[in-house]
């Protein structure tokens, strides 16, 4: 039985989540709508870029960091079969991440911080916005004390046992962020908060652009890791199978804790501030980061294979027709792993030195994040819900059949959203733009592409609430969930103890240490000694 | 600690993989493709004081040694100047800063991209091949008029561009 | 390759040529710092001088002369500063600038720009030729919007970008057309210039209307 506390903040914390989530996917229609320019009286950038920053802040900061913190709860004290630590401080953490983000909205929602979820000065956002957005990385920290006491607490108490797989991968996660959020913090409290409230006239952009750099690419980890523990703990279970193996399955979350943070400045490529050499180091390591994710792909549909099997597939693919398509879960895995595939190869496409040029800051760049984001990691966000949602609310799931067509929709919806996208970055139409004024021929051919993205963006509409009607009308069930407790998937063979330096939370946060280090301490100390000239905040 | 045979080869697999794509980059490097990455500091706020982007210092220059480099400024909502016509087959070198706030540019189907970030001169070299008028476009969120920021490049026969310029043609 | 060095010459010439910069001033923190050192108390003992024009409180009886009421103070001292150095050129204001401190701009545009922006004139009739100049801009000739700069009710932006509504229509009127024949200059990277090149006279005129009777 989860305990009561970690049910509650685990519903709490969702609840605030997918309220984010329901709201950015309004605007998001809204944007394909308006940006298409086919309708004349709903044309105005204020309106649209007000709303392009509350859809960025809701999807990529909300919804990510409440729903990774609820799921945290549960799966630390349903790993480890013991309550929750501090109570007292994980709703803390919710109340304080709470306050920032209201805090953030209202001057959204005013249009008075359309500064975008990369808020890059020197364009300056009130105050207030910069202060949510801090408030809102600070509570978050609190579920990570939690998460790394709890894997403490156990490991003392068990020595010389393997730590459960959620566990060993949400506590990844918990350092990962801390990690990760340093950056962005640096730079809200040090550059951006005393700057906007006027207590320094001028900031560097260069120095800002890095330390965001260094938060912007490990944030993507960050939001996919909730995705890879389904994969790895729920589907091989539900799909009727075994993980095909624990060990290598601990060993991707350590690759992906430790070497996806030095790798940032492949946002970069295309900036002036920094030398070639840093460049093609971090985009040295963001090729080795894609090992960890190749070795997911390869355990995930090894288990898959083995549950397929078991249910009496044969041949070379037969495997594939026995899988349980009518499980959410199974369902959303499979759907997730085609995304990722091939937002796999658009970001590789982003990572390639020198392919980069042709597609940077273009429609491309959306297209590829959104495959990857909203595509693979939301849709297994959405599994995760339909997987443990009755369990936290003590109530049946309302219908099945419902669920896995909010899931195909979901995912229809995506492919026809983001294929133009990528089509249309290829042709060179830049991203964040409200609308095609431009007169050129080059710039014709986008035309119809706009199309398909409307028609992407109403059938997600329609699939996210779907999404909130089937978790609403199951809170409000009244049949009774009959399996309370969370299984989690075995493993083929009982897994063998890993050495000891990959179980030991200290040397992996050494490791971090030096490659941060040997990655960001020139790149950031640079701007204490060059002649640098600093900007005065600019408007909008 | 098991590691499973199959699970092994994927893994070598897997490595291949990732050597393949970073050979890749270090051929790009080897043939010169590198992306702006000069690290020189200007003040934006003083740009138009300044030597290089003073207004009339703007545009195509040919130097002594017969490369051809572009000055270019970028300020809301527009680059300056409005249009530059520059030959085709010659590598140009673009010589980028910001009166304000960030911007990027790129034309599209070419390999001129590079972001300009207000503080720092951004310079990327590059070659077109072929003759035409493209759109140079802000790509990177700048405010309310960033939908409007654009300018046009003609980019023509490197002989015609010549004969232009040798009868005392547009800077 | 001689065409090349014929080439050079041109180029060289071209630079000897030159007219500078269009403005002196750089928004520098130093910069900003003078602006926000301004004493309105000040700057409204020595407004008294300007007020013939002018008005008490920066509305002008004639409109040829500009409001000053509600103007941004970075614009005004800007505009005090490129009279002083020659960069705008106007010799009755030049005579007046010619004499001022720093720190009396400063607090002239520190007393200006607290003052009430002046009433609409009220809408003077049809406005759909220029509507589209406003909200959309004209990708044929390179305009950007009025709006995204000027801002939805033409209250003009932090470093400046002129407030243009609270403005008599002459004055914009006669404003856009001196940029348009280059009598005035002093906008940084000629953008109001090229702007008002690609406008019309028609066009000029109802634009001007149309801030003048817009509520700031």
């Known amino acids: ?540 | 600690m098991h590691i499973d045979p199959l699970e092994k080869k994927w893994l070598y697999i897997a490595l291949g993989m990732v050597a393949l794509f970073l050979g890749s980059i270090f051929i790009s490097l080897a043939v010169g493709i590198k992306p702006p990455s000069n690290v020189e500091t200007i003040d934006s706020a003083r740009l138009h004081l300044s030597k290089e982007f003073a207004e009339d210092n703007l545009g195509v220059h040919i130097q002594p040694d017969g490369r051809i480099t572009v000055i270019m400024v970028a300020g809301r909502y527009g680059f300056f100047p409005r249009h530059i016509t520059i030959p085709a087959d010659t590598p140009i070198t673009f010589r980028w800063a910001s009166v304000d706030v960030l911007h990027g540019v790129h034309m599209p189907m070419t390999n001129m991209s590079t972001m300009v970030v207000p503080g720092y001169v951004a310079e990327v070299t590059t070659t077109f091949p072929k003759p035409g008028d493209y759109p140079m476009l802000c790509n990177e969120y700048c405010g309310l008029g960033h939908d409007y920021m654009w300018s046009k490049v003609t980019v023509v026969a490197r002989q015609t561009w010549e004969k232009q310029h040798s009868k005392g043609g547009e800077s | 390759m001689n065409r090349w060095i014929v080439g050079v010459g041109t180029l060289l010439l071209a630079t000897a040529l030159q007219a500078g910069p269009s403005t002196q001033i750089a928004w520098t923190e130093e910069t900003l710092e003078i602006v926000e050192s301004g004493n309105p108390e000040r700057g409204q003992e020595l407004s008294q001088r300007c007020a013939s024009c002018h008005g008490d409180k920066g509305i002008s009886a004639n409109p040829i002369f500009p409001n000053l009421a509600g103007q941004l103070a970075t614009y005004l001292y800007r505009q005090l500063h490129d009279y002083k150095d020659g960069s705008r050129e106007n010799p009755m204001m030049q005579a007046f600038a010619a004499g001022l401190s720093e720190q009396d701009m400063a607090d002239l545009a520190a007393f200006y720009s607290r003052q009430k922006p002046a009433e609409p004139a009220g809408k003077g009739g049809d406005f759909t030729a220029v509507m589209a100049l406003i909200n959309h801009g004209d990708s044929k000739r390179i305009i950007p919007p009025c709006r995204v700069c000027h801002g939805e009710h033409g209250q003009g932006e932090r470093i400046d970008t002129p407030r243009i509504s609270g403005q008599s229509q002459a004055y914009l009127e006669q404003t856009l057309k001196a940029y348009k024949n280059g009598s005035r200059h002093n906008d940084i990277y000629s953008r109001m210039r090229l702007i008002a090149q690609q406008l019309t006279d028609a066009e000029i005129e109802r634009l001007a209307a149309y801030y003048a009777g817009l509520a700031p």
């Not at chain 1, 809701?58 to 079969?81: D, E, H, N, P, Q």
């Not at chain 1, 495997?319 to 658009?346: D, H, S």
Request: glycine share 10%.
């Open chain 1, 1 to 540: 039985m989860i305990d009561t506390q970690s049910r509650n903040l685990a519903l709490w914390n969702w609840v605030v989540a997918f309220a984010a989530f329901l709201v950015a996917c309004f605007l998001g229609f809204y944007q394909v709508v308006e940006r298409s320019g086919l309708f004349d009286f709903l044309e105005s950038p204020p309106a649209y870029f007000a709303s392009v920053s509350t859809h960025g802040v809701l999807m990529a900061y909300v919804l990510t960091t409440f729903f990774i913190m609820g799921f945290g709860y549960l799966t630390a004290t349903s790993s480890l079969k013991r309550p929750l630590w501090q109570p007292g401080l994980a709703w803390s953490g919710f109340f304080i991440t709470l306050i920032g983000t209201v805090l953030a909205a209202i001057p959204l929602l005013a249009g008075k911080a359309s500064v975008l979820y990369t808020f890059y000065p020197p364009i300056q956002a009130s105050a207030l916005f910069y202060i949510g957005a801090a408030l809102l990385v600070v509570g978050s920290w609190f579920w990570c004390a939690i998460m790394v006491v709890m894997a403490a607490q156990w490991r003392r108490e068990n020595p010389g046992k393997g730590m459960p797989l959620a566990m060993y991968a949400t506590v990844a996660n918990a350092l990962l962020w801390l990690w990760t959020s340093a950056g962005v913090a640096m730079e809200v409290v040090f550059q951006l908060i005393p700057w906007a409230l006027g207590w320094n006239d001028t900031l560097d952009p260069g120095l800002a652009r890095t330390l965001f750099a260094w938060t912007l690419h490990p944030i993507v980890y960050f939001w996919l890791i909730p995705a890879y523990i389904a994969l790895y703990c729920f589907v091989p279970k539900e799909a009727g199978g075994y993980l095909f193996s624990e060990e290598m399955a601990k060993f991707a979350f350590l690759g992906l804790l430790v070497f996806s943070l030095p790798i940032g400045f492949h946002h970069l490529y295309m900036d002036p501030e920094q030398g070639a050499g840093w460049k093609l180091w971090h985009g040295i390591g963001t090729f080795l980061v894609t090992v960890p994710t190749l070795v997911t792909g390869f355990t995930v549909l090894a288990s898959l294979e083995i549950a397929g099997r078991l249910g009496g597939g044969r041949g070379l693919f037969g495997w594939i027709g026995t899988l349980p398509w009518r499980n959410p879960v199974v369902l959303a895995a499979i759907l997730a792993l085609l995304m990722l595939i091939l937002g796999g190869f658009g970001g590789i496409v982003n990572a390639s030195y020198a392919l980069n040029a042709m597609i940077h800051n273009t429609a491309w760049v959306p297209g590829h994040f959104h495959l990857i984001f909203a595509g693979t990691t939301v849709i297994l966000y959405f599994a995760i819900a339909y997987h443990l949602w009755p369990k936290i609310t003590g109530k049946k799931l309302v219908s099945n059949t419902l669920a896995l067509i909010q899931l195909w929709t979901w995912f229809v919806g995506m492919t026809l959203l983001s294929t133009p996208w990528h089509v249309l970055g290829l042709l060179g139409q830049p991203r964040r733009i409200s609308g095609v004024t431009y007169n050129s021929l080059l710039t014709l051919a986008w035309q119809p592409y706009e199309l398909f993205m409307i028609m992407g963006g109403a059938v997600l509409l329609g699939s996210a609430v779907l999404f909130g009607v089937i978790l609403w009308k199951t809170w409000r069930n009244t049949e009774i969930e009959t399996v309370p407790e969370i299984a989690y998937a075995e493993p083929i063979h009982p897994p063998e103890s890993l050495p000891a330096w990959a179980e030991s939370l200290k040397t992996w946060n050494l490791a971090i240490l030096g490659l941060m280090l040997l990655s960001f301490g020139w790149p950031i100390a640079q701007f204490f000694f060059l002649k640098t000239f600093e900007s005065l905040p600019w408007g909008y």
